[in-house]
């Protein structure tokens, strides 16, 4: 069985940074991304790196402001995220993808990012 857990997030003011940890427990290689949805809004891609680490995508809201990147001796993905905005703050999940194929089997329960003004 694969779990995800999440970790980071708080309250931070603008301009502020954050970087949110993903801990995935349980065999294999994943592909992994990072979504965010915010109250009333659907799910929104926001960043994902392949099974080698090669290739990255970012949403483009967040495009040259978040990086991903994973540590695979600690089975931990990361999202560093610098110069947040208001419009950053929603619940951030996690997710693993094990075809590497953009198709997300496993979720993590999300974690809270909140940017004042």
């Known amino acids: 069985q694969v779990t995800l857990k999440e970790s980071g997030g708080g309250l931070v003011q603008s301009g502020g940074s954050l970087r949110l940890s993903c801990v995935v427990s349980?065999?294999?290689?994943?592909?992994m991304g990072w979504f965010r949805q915010a109250p009333g809004k659907e799910r929104e891609f926001v960043a994902s790196l392949n099974w080698s680490g090669t290739s990255s995508y970012y949403g483009d809201s967040v495009k040259g402001r978040f990086t991903i990147t994973v540590n695979n001796a600690l089975n931990t993905a990361y999202l560093q995220m610098n110069q947040l905005k208001p419009e950053d703050t929603a619940v951030y999940y996690c997710?693993?993808?094990?075809?590497?194929?953009?198709?997300?089997?496993?979720w993590g329960q999300g974690t809270q990012v909140t940017v004042s003004s």
């Open positions: 349980g065999d294999g290689q994943y592909a």
């Open positions: 997710a693993a993808d094990p075809n590497d194929d953009d198709d997300y089997d496993y």
